[in-house]
């Protein structure tokens, strides 16, 4: 079966702008996580949704936002782009949050913020 | 303040040896532990998992050892084969709570032929 897709896979970014990053889960899956890669900080969750609602939210500012689609399909939102939030943004789906052994990663958005 | 910790960023080995990645962590709750792999331009995959009840988990050439009075856990690969080169990422949950893993920074590793 079709993988975690992810567009763009590339987007370049000036500081103040917004940005909408889009993730087609795997078919049958409802849950979609969000996570920021960064070398300096690793993998830091941003956020999940599990039927359309948000289950459970990272640490991150409110320009960071995200939704979920009836099909699924998940957006993540960064209004008012700062340099710091280049990076690699990594969407990944399961079929409930508890399958942590079975969450599949998408290849990720690179995100560059000129 | 980094609550699961992978102190070498990078390790190199020759293949046919043994590869050894290190991660701690400081949270006592956590009481689930995984390792994935990335390599460039793609998702991290699932390797192997831990829980807190046992004290090793083997899956072919991957094993994992917990050791939780250290808070400790260490992934060995052996043996070691040039296609292992890849960044691998520990990471632990709660897994009555949120299960949402917290992730290291991770480990590059490079097998040399």
């Known amino acids: 079966k079709a993988g975690v897709t992810q567009t763009p896979r590339y987007l370049i970014k000036t500081r103040g702008q917004q940005v909408t990053l889009s993730c087609s889960p795997i078919?049958?899956?409802?849950?979609v996580s969000w996570y920021q890669q960064t070398p300096g900080q690793g993998l830091q969750f941003l956020f999940e949704?599990?039927?359309?609602?948000?289950?459970n939210k990272g640490n991150f500012p409110g320009r960071f936002s995200g939704r979920q689609f009836s099909n699924s399909r998940s957006e993540m939102n960064v209004s008012t782009l700062e340099l710091g939030d280049s990076a690699l943004y990594l969407c990944?789906?399961?079929?409930?949050?508890?399958?942590?052994?079975?969450?599949?990663f998408g290849p990720g958005t690179r995100l560059t913020v000129l | 303040d980094q609550q699961v910790k992978q102190n070498s960023p990078s390790l190199s080995v020759q293949e046919g040896r043994i590869s050894i990645l290190n991660c701690d962590y400081t949270?006592?709750?956590?009481?689930?532990f995984l390792w994935y792999k990335k390599y460039p331009a793609e998702g991290p995959t699932f390797l192997i998992s831990i829980s807190s009840i046992k004290d090793k988990n083997e899956d072919g050439r991957f094993t994992v050892f917990l050791n939780k009075s250290a808070k400790h856990l260490s992934l060995h690969i052996v043996p070691s084969q040039p296609g292992d080169s890849a960044v691998y990422f520990c990471?632990?949950?709660?897994?009555?709570?949120?299960?949402?893993?917290?992730f290291g920074r991770g480990t590059s590793l490079i097998v040399h032929p």
């Open positions: 949270n006592s709750m956590f009481d689930y």
């Open positions: 078919s049958g899956h409802r849950s």
């Open positions: 990944a789906s399961s079929l409930s949050s508890r399958y942590y052994n079975e969450q599949f």
């Open positions: 990471a632990a949950l709660i897994s009555g709570g949120s299960y949402i893993p917290t």
């Open positions: 949704y599990f039927s359309e609602t948000q289950r």
